[in-house]
């Protein structure tokens, strides 16, 4: 949506008349009727204005951006991110080559503890116990 209808949708959504938005931002209502059938645009003094007027971003007034930092948004990004990971990341296969790597990381530890115990135990066989 371009600008001049954004901004006369804006403006019917808020209930206010061309009359009540130029008294608003200190402007005629003749300069508020130019811009809304696109014959002419603000300068960023008042596009600054009736973005905080409105309650949108400059970027939503302007270039029509959408801005998504709601938190119903982002928390359906987050919703969506779980449900992926738990689709392709946390599948039983994966569960089994895990539990599988653990038991292999398990025996690799258990088996150079008892390495490092028996070298221990011919060192003090040896040598004797240190003082």
């Known amino acids: 949506m371009e600008f ?3 901004l ?7 209930g206010l008349s061309q009359e009540e ?11 508020v009727s130019k811009w809304e059938v696109g014959e002419s645009t603000p300068d960023m003094e008042k596009l600054v204005a009736i973005s905080e007027l409105f309650d949108i971003s400059l970027d939503e007034l302007v270039l029509d951006k959408a801005v998504k930092n709601d938190e119903a948004s982002e928390q359906k990004v987050k919703s969506d991110l779980y449900s992926d990971i ?7 296969n994966n569960k089994k080559k895990a539990k ?12 150079l503890v008892l390495i ?7 060192y003090f066989v040896f040598f004797g116990m240190p003082q």
């Open 4 to 6: 001049n209808n954004k």
């Open 8 to 14: 006369y949708e804006l403006r019917k959504q808020k």
């Open 21 to 31: 938005l130029a008294n608003r931002l200190n402007v005629s209502r003749q300069t």
């Open 86 to 92: 738990k689709e392709h990341v946390l599948t039983e």
């Open 100 to 111: 599988k790597g653990l038991k292999i990381a398990g025996i690799v530890l258990g088996a």
């Open 116 to 122: 490092d115990l028996i070298s221990m135990i011919v």
